[in-house]
């Protein structure tokens, strides 16, 4: 069975793509580490370019959700308490439920969450520099951080401007590392401010107020552009094989293959009549529930998979792709089952008590 699009599905495919590599990563690096073995002859180690999409897709589809609703301050407050809804009740469910199998089942875990009440207020709030239940969720205090600078935009009456300053900000922090300052290993809050990957954000921002002024034709030479440029830089990272010695990096390589790669795909079934598979487009949706889920386990099946000392790779392989394949199914469940009634329950009261104006 096939869905048609109604609402930009190539984006959500994107997500479920990006997630997917961060998966592979962390399926690389366990095996290594656990098993001793190679996963995929360790192609994947490339797999944190993942993130790199998810920034890009994150600054991307605020912009474009919100549209003429920044023109609008009274929505600031609506738009807070949506992002709020989406990023806190499902990571809080989450590594409440990791932290609980760690008492539980400390053996399955490489470290044991340090209690303190500085440490498990700053875990469960996102602070900069927060001890990880998971491993990932690092990513979540700049998505915070993006949506606050964003919210400014509701703020300022002149939009081109709000444009310019988001633009003059990236160039900023492009600047940083370009002329020799390492900001990076300092203060938690400065590097909040400076790091390069937020660049990535502002290339989704700018995606978002191009995509309608390109021409159709250039959507599929952006689509295999992008591609190609993501796939070539995924294999010469491989290779340990870096353009600059810092994160910004990252942006270069990734950044600007993902900004491609979104616009093309946007454009395109903006103008094409496009259908997705329900498989790929639930794994775009059940994306965020991947990505918190899948470390921990990861981590648990392996070295449940250790203890049985399999030596035959196609066998050990098998066993990793079939455990792939259950983790994606279970976080596709969670998503159905948990993560999307709850948002739809929290957003629904939300809006009974305080109703959108459309004056």
């Known amino acids: 069975m096939v869905k048609q699009n109604t609402n930009l599905n190539l984006v959500q495919v994107l997500r479920g793509v990006a997630s997917l590599l961060v998966v592979l990563l962390h399926m690389t690096i366990n095996s290594k580490d656990i098993l001793n073995k190679d996963f995929c002859y360790n192609f994947f180690s490339f797999g944190g ?49 990791f932290i609980l199998i760690q008492l539980a089942l400390p053996a399955f875990y490489r470290t044991h969450y340090p209690f303190g009440f500085s440490t498990i207020c700053s875990t469960l709030f996102l602070l900069p520099g927060h001890t990880m239940v998971n491993g990932v969720s690092w990513t979540l205090s700049y998505e915070l951080f993006f949506y606050i600078l964003f919210s ?152 449940i998979i250790g203890r049985f000392n399999i030596q035959n790779d196609l066998i050990l392989h098998g066993l990793l792709l079939l455990m792939i394949i259950g983790i994606c199914y279970v976080s596709i469940l969670f998503f159905k089952w948990i993560e999307r009634p709850i948002i739809s329950k929290l957003n629904a009261l939300g809006n009974s008590r305080y109703p959108v104006s459309h004056k």
């Open 152 to 303: 400014l935009a509701f703020l300022l009456p002149n939009k081109k401007l709000a444009f310019m300053l988001s633009m003059l900000y990236a160039l900023i922090i492009i600047a940083i590392p370009l002329l020799g300052y390492d900001l990076e290993n300092g203060n938690r809050w400065i590097k909040l401010l400076t790091y390069p990957m937020n660049v990535e954000f502002f290339m989704g921002v700018l995606a978002a107020v191009l995509v309608q002024r390109i021409p159709a034709g250039l959507s599929l030479p952006l689509i295999f552009t992008g591609s190609l440029l993501f796939l070539a830089e995924g294999i010469l990272a491989d290779h340990n094989y870096q353009l600059l010695p810092n994160t910004f990096n990252r942006v270069v390589v990734f950044g600007i293959p993902s900004f491609l790669m979104i616009v093309g795909l946007v454009k395109f079934e903006l103008t094409k009549n496009v259908t997705i598979h329900n498989i790929l487009l639930s794994l775009g949706e059940a994306s965020y529930s991947l990505y918190l889920l899948h470390l921990p386990v990861i981590v648990a099946c392996m070295k």
């Open 49 to 97: 370019s993942g993130v790199d999409i998810f920034f890009v897709l994150s600054g991307f589809i605020i912009t474009y959700s919100c549209g003429k609703g920044l023109t609008q301050p009274g929505k600031l407050l609506q738009f807070i308490r949506r992002r709020i809804v989406r990023i806190f009740p499902t990571y809080w469910i989450i590594i409440t439920l």
